[in-house]
């Protein structure tokens, strides 16, 4: 049976769930006409409180590490890599178990999980006794639990609502993510001013906690996907790959998701050096700067869930892709505020349309017993991101940020040409 037609068989239910959601229902805001079923209310409500702790957390944790460690950067990196090493190893492993077991009871464990933890972290800092490895390992355990929740949280959006409407659920998921980016940030830096860092974890522990009260409201997504015989979880892991493989649309989108995540997202570690060298900013300029890639995130997400429908899609994931190169290189061009804020909104839109559109395409070809373990490569790309700055972070020494940048921009490009020509069949995406 063609999957996409037990998809929807699957999430007609959703469907009747969101009726008596009239504003929604009637399309006077089309851009959230996902909100009308009121399981993925509950869902995207969590998934914003689960974000706004991870982004909060970020800057909560990092400024901790600096005042245990003496302003070290390499102490830094060390807890950046602690979290994100299980994101890109481990995501597979939580791909399998979102095919395998209850989607809501893996978000629910991981989200509780991270309540707890950093309910831990808090007291520890409270009580002056935190010590640099206890953040290594609590950063490790954050990231293994979160490539666990992540798989099982997007997946299950196609459980949730219908077909028609999985592009703008996924674009409102990202959306949330994005505005979550923007406040995450500033809102853990007032805080730490008044709560010192110890409250803030403690207020962080909570949003974990209202995360995991929006999931127990979710129905959908209580028994297993998979339909065939139990099998060996290695089986499951293997059977996953060979699946991808053997199917050109989705092993194009997969490598549409893993190769920019290595060229296209190296300016966003990279961006507080190039502000240094390019703009000499201060820390308020960093901010700025950082702000306008958040902003031009959210735009595009919203533009995108504003869409009833897109066609060709493949082609224009290509063509999105490519001119997301283009902006790079011309950002690596900038040498002003006027000039680069509007590069960086730009940079912000393209990826977050490209990202967006790309994890809709991958849910929308997936049978429902394997969308966990194919979305579950996607989130790969999470842990990947931060570890593709160091070649790139090397080369800055070298010729600069700016030639670096301009060459990670050349690098998409070439990418996206090249694959063009290879995967001809990937323009006929729909």
């Given amino acids: 049976m063609d999957p996409r037609k037990v998809q929807q068989t699957e999430r007609q239910p959703a469907h009747e769930e969101g009726e008596h959601s009239a504003p929604f229902h009637r ?211 293997r059977e996953g790959f060979q699946y991808a493989a053997g199917n050109p649309t989705l092993l194009g989108l997969v490598i549409m998701g893993l190769v920019p995540a290595l060229f296209g997202f190296t300016y966003l570690n990279l961006l507080p050096v190039w502000g240094r060298e390019v703009l000499d900013a201060p820390s308020d300029g960093l901010g700025l700067l950082m702000a306008f890639v958040g902003i031009g995130a959210l735009i595009g997400t919203l533009v995108l869930a504003s869409l009833p429908y897109l066609k060709r899609r493949g082609s224009f994931l290509m063509v999105n892709g490519f001119v997301w190169g283009i902006a790079l290189i011309a950002f690596s061009l900038c040498n002003s505020y006027i000039t680069a804020l509007p590069a960086l909104l730009l940079i912000g839109f393209l990826s977050a349309i490209f990202m967006s559109l790309n994890m809709t395409l991958m849910q929308f070809y997936s049978s429902p017993e394997m969308r966990g373990r194919i979305v579950s490569m996607s989130m790969m790309t999470f842990g990947i991101m931060p570890l593709s700055t160091v070649p790139f972070g090397i080369l800055a020494e070298s010729i600069g940020t700016a030639d670096s940048l301009k060459f990670s921009g050349l690098l998409l490009c070439l990418f996206i040409i090249v694959f063009f020509f290879a995967f001809r069949r990937f323009r006929k995406v729909a």
């Fill in 27 to 237: 399309g006077y805001f089309p851009a959230f006409r996902s909100f009308q079923y009121r399981d993925y209310l509950c869902l995207w409500l969590g998934t914003v409180f689960s974000f706004l702790a991870v982004g909060m957390q970020r800057i909560t944790r990092a400024w901790l590490v600096l005042r245990l460690t003496n302003d070290s950067p390499f102490a830094l990196s060390l807890v950046i890599v602690s979290f994100t090493l299980p994101l890109t190893f481990v995501s597979v492993l939580g791909g399998v178990f979102a095919d395998r077991i209850s989607r809501r009871q893996i978000i629910l464990i991981a989200q509780s999980g991270n309540a707890i933890l950093t309910f831990l972290l808090a007291t520890l800092d409270m009580m002056n006794i935190i010590c640099f490895w206890h953040l290594l390992v609590i950063g490790f355990c954050n990231g293994t639990l979160a490539a666990f929740n992540m798989p099982s949280r997007q997946s299950i959006i196609s459980d949730i609502v219908p077909e028609q409407n999985l592009m703008n659920a996924i674009s409102l998921s990202s959306a949330g993510m994005n505005l979550t980016n923007i406040l995450g940030p500033v809102l853990a830096g007032v805080f730490i001013v008044y709560l010192d860092t110890a409250g803030v974890f403690y207020l962080i522990a909570l949003f974990h906690a209202f995360s995991v009260v929006c999931t127990i409201l979710i129905k959908a997504g209580r028994t297993p996907s998979a339909v065939s015989p139990r099998k060996g979880m290695w089986v499951d892991l």
